[in-house]
């Protein structure tokens, strides 16, 4: 059939002039995908909204040789509060980025779809750092890059005592394989149980969860850098981020 429907959130759009966007978009059926929308950008096209950064859509598309285009468009969630301020604009920008850069186009969406939607609702009425640090962790777990908690990633037996995290040996070190690793951070049980928490816990009940600020900033830095080894690269809306909305 070469026309389909699919309910997205949009990643990224970007002007192509003459009125037209290219869009990167986020679908539970179709993962991520690229369309070509005519005409959105003009000052009367109906489509404008629908197809605006974060916004969740339905789209009518139309199959091309390329390109699939937008037929019709239709805004489900426009998510408002991100127009409240810049900090929370910086932190959705952060979210898609990170979409976009763990996923391949035209991969089933599925789980990590809903924990994006998800996020993106709760963003407006949560502890916005727990949050981040949530989909930071669920995110690499979705993608194949689960760190390892339980256990020892060098050793693979308990860990106790003194441990590390090292985001190149792929989660927590005992002392023995922790020592005088090169990037590994120093952490406590404490830390490595509430990223157990990030990782299990739906975003909804996060705010049942009360971390102090150090180790919010301790774990901040540990899955900055967990992510940053596994993407081999930095994310332009990270610097974004940290001067509109420093505290997460």
């Not at 429907?5 to 993962?31: H, I, M």
């Not at 256990?151 to 985001?167: K, L, N, Q, W, Y």
């Amino acid at each position: 059939m070469r026309l389909y429907k699919v309910a997205a959130v949009v990643l990224r759009a970007r002007d192509c002039g003459g009125g037209d966007k290219l869009l990167t978009l986020y679908s539970r059926e179709y993962g991520k995908m690229k369309v070509m929308a005519h005409g959105v950008a003009k000052p009367y096209s109906r489509k404008r909204g629908a197809v605006q950064p974060f916004v969740f859509s339905k789209f009518l598309l139309r199959r091309g040789r390329e390109l699939d285009t937008v037929s019709q468009c239709e805004a489900v969630e426009t998510f408002s509060f991100l127009g409240a301020g810049l900090g929370k604009l910086a932190a959705a920008s952060y979210l898609a980025e990170l979409v976009d850069a763990f996923t391949a186009e035209w991969v089933p969406g599925g789980e990590l779809f809903t924990l994006f939607r998800d996020t993106l609702r709760l963003m407006g009425d949560q502890d916005n750092a727990l949050l981040l640090r949530s989909f930071e962790i669920k995110i690499a777990g979705l993608t194949g890059y689960r760190p390892v908690l339980d256990a020892c990633a060098g050793c693979h037996r308990p860990v106790d005592g003194e441990i590390f995290f090292s985001p190149e040996q792929g989660g927590v070190l005992c002392a023995g394989c922790g020592s005088g690793v090169s990037g590994a951070f120093s952490c406590n049980r404490g830390l490595v149980e509430v990223l157990k928490t990030l990782l299990s816990w739906q975003p909804a009940r996060l705010h049942q969860l009360k971390v102090e600020p150090r180790v919010k900033n301790r774990i901040k830095q540990i899955l900055f850098e967990y992510l940053r080894y596994h993407m081999e690269r930095d994310l332009k809306s990270t610097a974004l981020m940290n001067r509109f909305h420093p505290g997460i």
